[in-house]
């Protein structure tokens, strides 16, 4: 979008000044903080453009101006760049991240991700990870014949993950017939990663009769589940009695949006993009688009990949959440977080 000089120093202005005093910004506020030289009245007709181009809204014919959602990407692409953080900042940042003596969990690396992001930007702060599969290789599958006619199959990937899934058979088998179809499967998918084990499972078994071969057909339907490459993610959230205390949750249906996010915090990472560093203003969902913010930034922990952000409204200080994700992103650098602890069993 085309903005004047004149455009883009009164949209900026209006913009900081309205994240920080939450009200609507009047013409004669503007005139006396940007110093142009210009009337009230030349400010109020340059207000008059930017609110016919979309980027400004007036609530009342009496007040002043407010920034809509395509006014803070504007101000966002065009000025924001990361704030300079105190070095009393940087230095709690270090300290809480990087412990000495053994590092710890990822679970509880995230929990002290998302809780210095919501107690330095008085919105919620959250960390979601996804150990990194793709490279993990089949080590064994068992199965367990069960009552009623059910199997148990155990597929174990050489990182510990366990995956496991309930599959019916038409009857029950002789021991020797169950050993016979799961050597059969270990002998097609050892060593295989997950996904080539569902590309080679059909093909290999196509030749085998007889009840093992059958019985190796039923594990190879629920391939999907047993041999899925997307991990379950682990996710922390801090920050919600922080984000409330802002003026825009005095409205019950903002309040109300708010937690239908809250409740669901295994989406946040959802559709942000994988790497760098990312504004997103209109926080989506299945059904709409809610009026919050996210500041984001991709990072890795040792084998898991994820993110770090900050969620508020879109009267956000960008600026101050950019620094805080990249500062925290650049100290994750230096983390490898241990393991959680035995094997982590997946349904």
Not at 284 to 294: G, H, K, M, N, W
Request: aromatic residues 4%.
């Amino acid at each position: 979008m085309q903005l004047t000089e004149r455009e883009r120093t009164v949209l900026a202005a209006l913009v900081e000044l309205f994240v920080r005093d939450a009200g609507p910004v009047s013409s004669g506020h503007l005139q006396e903080i940007i110093g142009l030289g210009v009337s009230s009245a030349t400010i109020r007709n340059v207000l008059q453009r930017l609110e016919e181009k979309g980027l400004l809204h007036q609530p009342h014919t009496s007040a002043g101006r407010v920034p809509t959602r395509d006014g803070y990407r504007v101000y966002v692409e065009s000025f924001c760049r990361p704030a300079r953080l105190p070095a009393t900042w940087v230095r709690r940042i270090h300290e809480e991240l990087l412990p000495a003596g053994a590092q710890p969990p990822v679970q509880e690396v995230l929990a002290k991700v998302s809780q210095l992001l919501a107690a330095l930007s008085s919105n919620v702060g959250f960390g979601v990870a996804v150990e990194d599969h793709h490279s993990a290789r089949v080590q064994r599958i068992e199965m367990v014949q069960l009552e009623h006619a059910r199997l148990l199959v155990l597929v174990t990937l050489d990182d510990g993950m366990v995956r496991t899934c309930l599959a019916p058979l038409e009857r029950r088998y002789p021991d020797l017939t169950l050993a016979l179809a799961e050597h059969l499967l270990h002998d097609i998918v050892r060593g295989c990663t997950p996904g080539e084990a569902r590309r080679r499972l059909d093909v290999a078994l196509a030749q085998h009769t007889g009840d093992a071969g059958t019985i190796a057909r039923v594990v190879a339907r629920e391939k999907e589940k047993l041999f899925e490459e997307r991990a379950v993610p682990t996710v922390r959230l801090e920050g919600a009695t922080q984000i409330i205390g802002q003026p825009e949750f005095q409205d019950p249906e903002n309040l109300r949006l708010l937690v239908k996010v809250l409740d669901h915090p295994e989406r946040l990472g959802q559709g942000l993009p994988g790497a760098g560093t990312t504004i997103t203003i209109g926080v989506a969902t299945d059904v709409e688009e809610l009026p919050f913010s996210i500041v984001s930034a991709a990072m890795q922990l040792g084998g898991w990949e994820g993110q770090v952000g900050i969620l508020g409204p879109m009267r956000m200080r960008y600026a101050l959440a950019l620094a805080l994700v990249q500062s925290v992103v650049e100290t994750l650098s230096g983390v490898e977080p241990r393991p959680e602890g035995g094997p982590r069993a997946r349904a």
